[in-house]
């Protein structure tokens, strides 16, 4: 795993902004907290709803804010 | 297909275990997908 | 809280079904199930999703399967 999602589970995800999530840059994150997802939590809820089908949610993430593959994997 | 924006969130889930589609509950944050999958399974 | 909300956050949430949060009992519990809801972490997701505000998940949990206001709050 990558740094970034190191530092991230390193401790409590409170509410940390989306960009701190592994995969989402500064592009991505601003299509998602336009789309109301500015918290990591809210992503977590979503991936949670989609109950934690990684296929869905990856879908999910390239359909709403054009992430591509590697990001949405992230 | 246009009419899957008018059925229910019940008819949204029959629909998707009709097709065969994997799917959780359909709420405001997951219906636009489940949507998109049965037009793509519809077509 | 009440002790079966206690028993609920004493471990992790894992697979528990929706039954094991505090509020849902068999009837709520059924209805969650079959719009589903079957996991405890499908429903925190929700939470999560309505931003962890209290009075919109309250409202939605009546909506979708006639809680009332003591069983929501729980």
């Known amino acids: 795993t990558s740094q970034k999602h190191r530092d991230f589970v390193a401790e409590p995800m409170a ?7 592994a995969g989402i840059g500064d592009v991505l994150g601003k299509k ?3 789309l109301g997802f ?3 939590y809210v ?3 979503q991936f949670l709803v ?3 089908d990684v296929e869905l949610f990856t879908e999910w993430l390239k359909d709403i804010c054009g992430a591509n593959s590697r990001q949405a994997a992230s | 297909m246009s009419t899957l924006s008018t059925k229910s969130d019940h008819e949204i889930s029959e629909l998707l275990d009709d097709y065969g589609i994997k799917h959780g509950p359909i709420v405001g944050s997951t219906r636009t997908l489940y949507e ?4 793509e399974a519809m077509a």
């Open chain 2, 36 to 39: 998109k999958k049965l037009k």
């Open chain 1, 32 to 34: 998602l907290e336009e």
């Open chain 1, 50 to 52: 989609l109950k934690k």
């Open chain 1, 15 to 21: 509410e940390k902004p989306v960009t701190a999530l």
């Open chain 1, 38 to 40: 500015d918290k990591a």
């Open chain 1, 43 to 45: 992503v977590l809820g």
